[in-house]
């Protein structure tokens, strides 16, 4: 009797480590399979939302901080395209001002640009200039230019430490008009040339009277100022590293036709995923990048390679440095701005963009767009 009730209980024993091995193996697959359901934060869905993509946890991807309903686009605003516009719409609005130019920028090097400031703090108007005094590449010596505004009466700072760098192009003037620019204020960038190559650039700038924009981009430039959070409130802008990858991963997946896309850089793994799989979806996806200089290789090798491959048409432009930063969704709607598809750009910088879907400011992005398709290279 002894020996069965040991057996029945060894067999009672196996069976419930059986049971324990299952359910344990039930539980392993049930979290397993979550896990792959996980979203992964600043990487939207096919709809724009943030939500599952299937392509893994992406280096660089971060969360929206704020301001994170993508705007329907500013109408109303203008655009002008450089080199062709050449620095007039620059000099004069400065030369223009009644009260105030406040400018937050990259880099500071086109003399015009600076004899027209310096004109307009003699005259009493309140200047203020906040300069990257770090730029990638060079740039001349931001300290020493903002000694020498400050020797002209202008109010000047070097941009927020917060940043690696501060690579936004804005300007306010009067505290009425916003400049939400591509361009820096130097010769490549507003219809000259500059260094040994005598490049030119492709740039795209936004003339915006809209109030609520024009208080949302003064908001920031008095925050990077003070060394302060802005707190902003305006679903057309694209700041980063506030909300621009969230912004730019919803106007990508939101596409159903076309993505056109000019840009300087090509260095995002998300943003080349969401390329690949609207590509995929049935977009037609082109993309212009600048042309590689130099013996340094292609620093956008690696993005184009994987975007090609995934059925984005890709091609160099030869005739102008491509600098700039745009992406027109369908005809409809598009981003103007200083965030390049870079990693660093869209998740550490501060930048500064908007979305338009102005009908004049889009015909001229497409047109603009076509030609320079046309005087690209196919990689």
Known sequence: MRRRSYRRSGRASARAGIIAIFFLLALFLLLGRRSINLSFP???????????????????????????????????????????????????????????VWLEIYLLTDRNVISALQDAARRGIDVRIMLEPHPVGGGGSPQSMLAELSAAGAKTETTNPTFPLTHEKGMIIDGKTAFIMTSNFTRSALGGSSGSSGATNREYDIIDTIPQDVQAVSAIFQADWNRTTPHIN??????????????????????????????????????????????????????????????????????????????????????????????????????????????????????????????????????????????????
């Open 234 to 379: 305006d679903p057309n802008l694209v700041v980063s590293p506030v909300n621009s990858r969230n912004d730019f991963m919803a106007l990508i997946n939101n596409a159903r036709h076309t993505l056109l896309i000019e840009a300087e850089e090509m260095q995002d793994g998300g943003i080349e995923q969401a390329l690949v799989n609207a590509a995929k979806h049935g977009v037609r996806v082109e993309v212009i990048l600048p042309a590689p200089g130099g013996s340094s290789g292609d620093s956008n090798s690696q993005g184009i390679n994987f975007i090609k491959s995934g059925g984005v048409q890709v091609r160099e432009d030869t005739r102008l440095y491509m600098h700039a930063k745009i992406i027109v969704v369908d005809g409809r709607k598009a981003y103007v701005g200083s965030e390049n598809i870079s990693t660093q750009s869209l998740d550490q910088n501060r930048e500064l963009g908007m979305l338009v879907s102005d009908s004049g400011v889009l015909n001229t992005l497409e047109e603009t767009f076509q030609q320079d398709w046309g005087d690209s290279q196919v990689v």
């Open 42 to 100: 600043g990487i939207s869905g096919i709809n724009g939302t943030s939500g599952t993509t299937g392509i893994g946890n992406i280096p660089g991807s971060n969360q929206c901080q704020s301001n994170c309903t993508v705007g329907s686009g500013a109408q109303g605003v203008r655009v002008f395209v450089e080199p062709e516009a050449g620095e007039s719409a620059i000099t004069g609005a400065i030369n223009g001002a009644a009260k105030s």
